[in-house]
């Protein structure tokens, strides 16, 4: 069953009222963290080139981090749903990138831990030290990981799933439960992308597989039709809160792709040389907060009368897939 078209409220009027409708809403969700994955990486190069040594880096990721908690403090405290999930979003990218692959890069530093080089292209780094300390934490994320999968208040479709199939389930969800939507989704992007950075990470050891063994190609072509068909769920959502929160592993886990490709030489990581494509990623970043802008004000009262409209047609999933 779908909803009929003329059914709908009509759009708000210019780009906000085009953009509650699908595909725009999950696509416009999707570029943003998309996108945003690459001008992580582009962002970290740049701190640490401008700032070699010891200069002020560790100060500006920790500035950068403490600004994420900021973000997610306000977002937390707002009511407003779609600006609370994107204040998630934001802070979840933010405490990442300052406090935590920085404390990865400190450690690797401290113990002197050494890059990783490629083998296949002499002078060029396969795996830099920071990534390499990172596979120490494999033992937190899979404490965690069980809190999650047990949790009985999850609203998540990958958690759901093995509950239901596994027999896991730890009793029935608090209907009084009250969710903080900044919260899950910085957690969220916190948790899927160090989620995924430890999967590739431990394909690409030698030690385990390596990046080019056949389990490794294997693992990009399920990947990427993983992400395809989570992608074309995306593109069928109505609800913005939902699109956006279904949006960020959807677009982590199409990243995965990239990262391989990379990985293989397949094309150039033109975001990683800031230097040579300093006007490129300067466009990419303005669309970047144009689109997030965009995104950020898509009206709500559309979207609650599409969401009454469609209380017959079971959830669409809200946070992971």
């Known amino acids: 069953m779908s909803v009929e078209v003329d059914s709908l409220p009509k759009p708000g009027g210019g780009l906000k009222g085009f953009f509650y409708r699908p595909p725009w809403v999950g696509l416009l969700a999707f570029i943003v963290v998309f996108v945003v994955q690459a001008l992580g990486h582009t962002v970290m190069i740049m701190m640490e080139d401008i700032w070699p040594g010891p200069g002020y880096v560790y100060e500006s990721a920790f500035a950068m981090g403490l600004f994420g908690a900021v973000l997610l403090w306000l977002g ?116 899927v992308i160090w989620f995924f950075y430890l999967a590739l990470l431990f394909l690409y050891d030698e030690s385990f597989l390596g990046d080019r063994h056949p389990a490794t ?31 960020i592993p959807t677009a982590i886990i199409a990243w995965n792709c990239v990262e391989l490709g990379g990985r293989w030489h397949l094309f150039t990581e033109f975001w990683e040389y800031p230097e040579l494509y ?44």
């Open 217 to 247: 190609y294997a693992a990009f072509f399920l990947n990427t039709i993983w992400a395809v068909y989570l992608f074309r769920r995306l593109m069928k959502f109505w609800r913005v809160t939902t699109a956006i929160r279904y949006g």
């Open 76 to 191: 937390m405290r707002h009511k407003n749903e779609v600006a609370a999930t994107w204040y998630g979003f934001w802070a979840g990218t933010f405490l990442w990138t300052g406090w935590v692959e920085f404390s990865f890069v400190w450690s690797a530093q401290v113990l002197g831990v050494p890059d990783l080089m490629d083998a296949t292209k002499p002078g060029v780094i396969a795996t830099k030290a920071e990534y390499l300390v990172m596979m120490s934490s494999v033992g937190v994320l899979g404490s965690t990981l069980v809190y999650f999968l047990l949790n009985k208040e999850t609203k998540c479709n990958f958690f759901i799933w093995f509950q239901r199939n596994l027999g896991l389930k730890t009793g029935k969800p608090n209907p009084a439960h009250e969710r903080n939507f900044a919260a899950i989704t910085a957690l969220e992007t916190v948790y």
């Open 278 to 321: 300093t006007l490129e990623l300067i466009a990419l970043t303005i669309g970047i907060v144009g689109a997030a802008w965009m995104a950020a004000r898509t009206p709500l009262h559309q979207k609650a009368e599409i969401s009454r409209q469609k209380l017959n047609q079971g959830p669409e999933g809200d946070q992971a897939p």
